[in-house]
């Protein structure tokens, strides 16, 4: 069982490019979330999903889109990078909404320049 | 919305030596509280968490911390480190899918 699996592992990006990180889960959870890392402010969430065909915004959802056509996919797109989106990017899932503990992917680490 | 406090950026201890970190939230009813640890380059992993009931819960890697409310803190402790422990902690807190987490404090281990 590989839990969660992203990618690409880095990419280095074009500012105004479009870029979309893959996030996979097989553990059926029914939630999955996005968060950026930055040095000195921890994890922000980005977006998350409580179920297929639902999401939502997280606390700095700007610049970023995400869809959940299934359970088991959750990506995340810029629509055109900006410099400011360099980070490290992680992908989160959790059997439920409430609270639960989450499960976190390997990371993406992205540089925009 | 919650949000969580990690007061110390960067701490070190010697190998053997107790640890504690800090962590205060702020949250208006009973909080979902979670200890990760993240080693360099890579994800996170959960230590412990509190949900209800006993306010000082266990966790992996002989770990514990404890929950008080009057405080609004969710302390971190350890009382032997090892040198393997030597990474970044993450205190969060919960509410359904909005999870907040600290700006993490770097653990440095001395033999």
């Known amino acids: 069982i590989a839990g969660i699996t992203q990618a690409p592992t880095s990419q280095i990006l074009a500012a105004g490019r479009r870029m979309t990180l893959r996030c996979t889960q097989d553990?059926?959870?029914?939630?999955m979330y996005w968060y950026r890392q930055d040095l000195g402010l921890g994890l922000r969430l980005i977006h998350y999903s409580n179920t297929a065909g639902t999401t939502g915004k997280g606390e700095v959802p700007d610049g970023y889109s995400v869809s959940r056509a299934n359970t088991d996919d959750f990506p995340l797109t810029l629509a055109s990078a900006v410099p400011s989106q360099t980070s490290v990017y992680f992908c989160a899932s959790s059997e439920a909404p409430e609270g639960r503990r989450q499960y976190f992917g390997p990371g993406t680490r992205l540089t925009v320049l | 919305a919650q949000s969580v406090t990690q007061p110390d950026i960067h701490i070190t201890v010697s190998e053997g030596a107790s640890l504690e970190l800090r962590c205060n939230y702020s949250y208006g009813a009973t909080p979902y509280l979670f200890w990760y640890v993240q080693s360099p380059g890579q994800g996170l992993q959960l230590l412990l968490k509190y949900f209800s009931g006993d306010t000082l819960v266990q966790g992996i890697k002989g770990f514990e911390a404890e929950f008080k409310r009057s405080q609004s803190s969710f302390n971190l402790r350890k009382p032997s480190v090892h040198w393997s422990d030597a990474a970044e902690y993450f205190c969060?807190?919960?509410?359904?899918?909005?999870?907040?987490f600290g700006a993490g404090t770097r653990l440095t281990v001395k033999p």
């Open positions: 969060a807190v919960a509410d359904n899918n909005d999870m907040r």
């Open positions: 553990m059926r959870h029914n939630a």
